[in-house]
Nanobody
Framework: QVQLVESGGGLVQPGGSLRLSCTAS????????MGWYRQAPGKQRELVAA???????NYADFVKGRFTISRDNAKNTVYLQMNSLKPEDTAVYYC??????????????WGQGTQVTVSS
């Protein structure tokens, strides 16, 4: 079993910053990729940013230049530094890990989500 625990969400004013963290634990052999998705009310969940174990990154166009994803592979942790936040960034942010469990079975695991609200 794999668990992802997120932290760092909250309320911030437009133009402000937040840093999200997500740590994976449990029966993990290795993690191929970790990333962040978000879901606003009434909308589908969408990719924000992802990073592979080799350091390749992928960003949604709407966050390029404002958000930065980073990983600490030794700690099975991924971070999302969010700067210049806009009201439209308001959503529940979810962490996702694509990994191989110790059973050698591929697994995609999601965190419980953390609320980010951008409002004055």
């Amino acid at each position: 079993q794999v668990q992802l625990v997120e932290s760092g969400g909250g309320l911030v004013q437009p133009g402000g910053s937040l840093r999200l963290s997500c740590t994976a634990s449990g029966s993990i052999f290795n993690i191929w990729a970790m990333g962040w998705y978000r879901q606003a009310p009434g909308k589908q969940r969408e990719l924000v940013a992802a990073e592979t174990s080799g350091g390749s990154t992928n960003y949604a166009d709407f966050v390029k230049g404002r958000f930065t994803i980073s990983r600490d592979n030794a700690k099975n942790t991924v971070y999302l530094q969010m700067n210049s936040l806009k009201p439209e960034d308001t959503a529940v942010y979810y962490c996702k890990a694509d990994l191989k469990a110790i059973t050698m079975v591929p697994v995609s695991s999601w965190g419980q989500g953390t609320q980010v609200t951008v409002s004055s």
